[in-house]
Structures are given as structure tokens and as C-alpha cells.
């Protein structure tokens, strides 16, 4: 049962461009919620380094343009699907979440997708670029827009065979972080904070000020500092994570009356600029390397030149690492294995096709079979009539019934059939290669992602070694036109 949430993000004073980009990226790439960074992919960018090719996309578009909204500019998109408890794994929800973006954006925007296991619930975090590849267009979230997302991820579901919600309420138009009321629900750190606020009675000691939070409702632990749950929290949050108005000495001096502290609202902690590792996933294994020469005649300048060489260098590293995991020392090892794989997928998606025909035909059979049988006694009738001008008669009394039997007795004949099935082979049939398409569904995004790799391994070789250097084949034809920003 899957539900879904598209929130822009845009910049403020107390967050500028360049920090709320960065704050937004950080966050879905958070490695205590994807397990490490393994459910990291996107989509024309690097995830490592995501934020800065959102900004750089912005100040081309700005040049190529001459536009600029201010503080109405919509940096990005934060798009969100979350599963029902217990119903699919990370790796689908990953999937499903990059697909819902990628049929979103049309491909024509980079995006980030983070799959989180951290709850209950698995669900996936996408922020997409606003600014489009090209930098010359921006994403437009046009007027039902969420109701089209929702159709799309209702889509998703069901070919991965999960369920949907049928009947959905519709949106109110409050973003995730907020309740029926419209207000934001306090995180566990600000619930905390209430509670230990509340409790710091001064003259009062620290162990009397433990006993309080205890009879709060709040569970604590004591190993090189404290650590607390407040009701209702799935997690400790250690007391340094708190702010520095928590900290064992500051907790102190309040309760002596040394330290005061006026509060109009629950203080946030600021997000941790954790280093995220960059990990080697589906779709950040390595991309294709650029023809550096080509894009400087075509007028890239001596930035976008510098920046080329970085981003080869490391796509070939990437190559070379995946090489070497798959066990592959030659070029002719690298060519077996991607006219295998892609043999593979064609093999795999002629199948599905195959099935999807059969499918239809079998449904058109079981539809004709139908109202052959309803119409049967009715056109029994008509047959029997002698008289011409009777059985005219008769023919406009029954019209619908008699032209449904034709239209059947037709088309039996023409799949050429002397006994015909019955509805339960029919269906019988129709499930069976249901359950067939399923599994080789399974099959086919996984070999479709191998293929991918394969190929773009291929071609990184081919072009480093000079081989197949053709209009048709060249590496830079394919490549997305996508703008980064590095400090050079």
C-alpha cells in the first residue's frame, strides 16, 4: 500500500542556495538510514557530489536563460514513496522509487534516490534537480501533479505486485513533516528537550533530576554519557546530540542557576554534515566517458574541459574496479560477456512479450466464448425461423444478441478452432502464464541493469583502446549532456 508526497525546496535567509541543496541531498543519503549508502542510485549525476552539479546546473541556467525567480525559485523536487510495513524490500522499493522519477522527469532531470530501512515502514526519498540536463528548462510541478504521481506509483506497485491504496483520500495539501492540524509534529530530540526542560527544578541535583525524567515516562542509559528515549521513541539519543544547552556541564549549571535559557520555540539540532561513502551501486557503478575534444569544438570552455578529465579519470576507475570483481582480463572476456548478457535480456523480454500476446488473445477468447454461449438459444431460434419476414422480425427484436453470436462463431473461425475451451481452461491458462510473466519479471530488471553495466563497460574500453571509433558507435553521442560544478 503505497503513498506518496512531492514537496519543493526552496532557499531562505537562514539557508542559502548552495545550503539547501546540500542539506536536502545529505539527508536521504543519511548512511544510517540506507544502510551504508547500499540503496544509494541516481540518475546524470554522482550522488558524492550531487549537490554541487545541482548548483552549477543553476548558475548555467541562469546564464543561458537570464532568468532568475529569487526567493520564488524552486531549487528541487523532494519526492517520497513509502510501503506498507513488512510488503517489499529495499532493493524493490529502490527500484520502484527511481522509476517513478525517471517517468516523471521524462529522463530529462538528475536526480538522487535513497531507499531508507531505518523505520517500520521501508520507503524511498528522491530529490530531483529542477533544472533540466540541458540547463535550459525548469521541472514545472503543474496543477495534479500528486494525483498523477500517485497513478504512476499505483502502476509501479502492481507490476511489482504490491498493493495500492484504492480508494485515497484526497490530499489536503500539507507536506510530510506535518499533521491533520497543519502543525509540525515535534521530532524525538524536541520532545526530549521539552521534557528536560521541564524537569530542571534549580537547587535541585543531578540524580534528582534523573528520577524525574524516569518518572516522565523518559528511559535512560549511562555508559561514557548519558543516553535518553523519551515515550513513544524507537531510539536513545545520546546527550551530546542535543545541543549544547543539554551537555552534562550545561545541565549542571541550570540546575545551580548559573546557566539560563529563554526558548520561543523547540531548538533543532543542525544536520550532521556526515561523510557519506560513496558506494558502487545499480545505477552508480560508472558512466560513459565524454569526448573531451569533440565538446571543447563544440564551445564547452576550459572549466567544462577540466572538469571532463576529472570525471573520465574517475569513470575509468570505476570501469577497471568492476572489471576486475567480475573476474575479466581481456577484451574479448568483456565482449562475451555483454552480447551474453544482452542475449540474456532479449531472450527474457521476447518471452514477456510472447506471453502479453497469448495473454490478449486468451482474454478476446474467453470474451467471445462468453457471449456465444449467452446468444446460443436466441440464435438457435433464429435459425429455425422459415419465414424470411419473421426472421427479420425477430433479427431487429434481438439485434445485440444475434451479431455478438456472428462476431464470435467469426472469430473462432478464424483462429480456425474445432472444440473450444472452457471459460476455467481459459482462465487457468491466463494465471499460469500470469505467474510466468511475474517471475521472468524479477529476472528482467535484474538483467536489464547487467546489460546496461556490461555495455557501458564495452564501450568505455572501446573507447580507450580506439575501437569502433564510428559515427554510429561513438560514446559521446549517448552521453546526457549534464553540467557538474567542482572546485577546480
Known amino acids: 500500500m503505497a503513498t506518496t508526497a512531492i514537496i519543493p525546496i526552496h532557499a531562505s535567509k537562514d539557508r542559502p542556495v548552495a545550503a539547501a541543496l546540500k542539506m536536502s541531498v545529505e539527508y536521504i543519503k543519511n548512511p544510517n538510514k540506507t544502510e551504508d549508502g547500499q540503496w544509494v542510485t541516481a540518475f546524470a549525476c554522482d550522488p558524492l557530489i550531487a549537490d554541487d552539479e545541482f548548483l552549477f546546473s543553476k548558475n548555467q541556467y541562469a546564464t543561458i536563460t537570464g532568468r532568475n525567480q529569487g526567493a520564488r525559485d524552486v531549487l528541487a523536487y523532494h519526492l517520497r514513496i513509502a510501503f506498507k510495513p513488512g510488503e517489499t524490500d529495499a532493493e524493490t522499493a529502490n527500484r520502484i522509487g527511481y522509476e517513478l522519477a525517471a517517468k516523471l522527469t521524462h529522463g530529462n532531470h538528475a536526480f538522487v534516490c535513497c531507499t531508507h530501512t531505518d523505520k517500520r515502514h521501508v520507503h524511498t526519498h528522491v530529490v530531483i534537480n529542477s533544472t533540466s540536463i540541458d540547463c535550459t528548462k525548469k521541472f514545472r510541478n503543474f496543477k495534479g501533479s500528486a494525483f498523477a504521481i500517485r497513478k504512476i506509483a499505483d502502476f509501479l506497485c502492481v507490476e511489482n505486485g504490491l498493493s495500492i491504496v484504492e480508494n485515497p483520500r484526497p490530499s489536503k495539501g500539507t507536506i510530510y513533516a506535518k499533521n491533520k492540524g497543519g502543525e509540525k509534529q515535534p521530532t524525538g530530540r524536541d520532545q526530549l528537550r521539552k521534557l528536560m526542560d521541564k524537569n ?289
Open 200 to 488: 530542571i527544578v534549580i537547587g535541585n541535583s543531578l540524580t534528582e533530576f534523573i528520577t524525574k525524567l524516569k518518572r516522565a515516562g523518559v528511559e535512560v542509559k549511562h555508559g561514557k554519557q548519558f543516553s535518553f528515549r523519551p515515550p513513544g521513541s524507537r531510539r536513545f539519543f545520546r546527550q551530546d546530540t542535543l545541543g549544547e544547552d543539554y551537555s552534562d556541564d550545561a545541565i549542571r549549571e541550570r540546575l545551580m542557576g548559573t546557566r539560563t535559557v529563554i526558548r520561543n520555540a523547540p531548538q533543532r539540532q543542525p544536520v550532521e554534515e556526515a561523510f557519506v561513502p560513496f558506494v558502487i551501486t545499480r545505477e552508480t557503478k560508472f558512466g560513459l566517458l565524454i569526448d573531451i575534444q569533440k565538446k571543447v569544438k563544440e564551445g564547452k570552455g576550459a572549466a567544462y574541459e577540466n572538469w571532463a578529465k576529472l570525471y573520465n579519470l574517475k569513470q575509468l576507475a570505476r570501469t577497471l574496479i568492476y572489471l576486475q570483481e567480475n573476474g575479466i582480463d581481456s577484451y574479448d572476456e568483456l565482449v562475451q560477456k555483454s552480447t551474453a548478457a544482452s542475449a540474456d535480456f532479449n531472450g527474457k523480454l521476447k518471452r514477456i512479450k510472447e506471453i502479453e500476446v497469448r495473454q490478449k488473445e486468451i482474454s478476446e477468447l474467453q470474451y467471445n466464448i462468453g457471449h456465444y454461449g449467452k446468444s446460443r438459444e436466441v440464435y438457435k431460434v433464429y435459425r429455425n425461423i422459415k419465414s424470411q419476414k419473421d426472421r427479420d422480425i425477430f433479427f431487429e427484436a434481438n439485434r445485440a444478441d444475434i451479431t455478438l453470436h456472428l462476431a464470435a462463431k467469426k472469430h473462432f473461425d478464424g483462429l480456425g478452432l474445432k472444440k473450444l475451451p472452457s471459460i476455467n481452461q481459459c482462465k487457468q491458462e491466463w494465471a499460469a502464464l500470469n505467474s510466468e510473466k511475474k517471475m521472468l519479471y524479477r529476472d528482467y530488471h535484474e538483467l536489464k541493469d547487467k546489460r546496461k553495466s556490461w555495455q557501458m563497460a564495452k564501450d568505455n574500453c572501446e573507447h580507450i583502446l580506439g575501437i569502433g571509433k564510428t559515427e554510429t558507435n561513438h560514446i559521446a553521442e549517448r552521453v546526457p549532456k549534464r553540467q557538474h560544478s567542482h572546485d577546480l
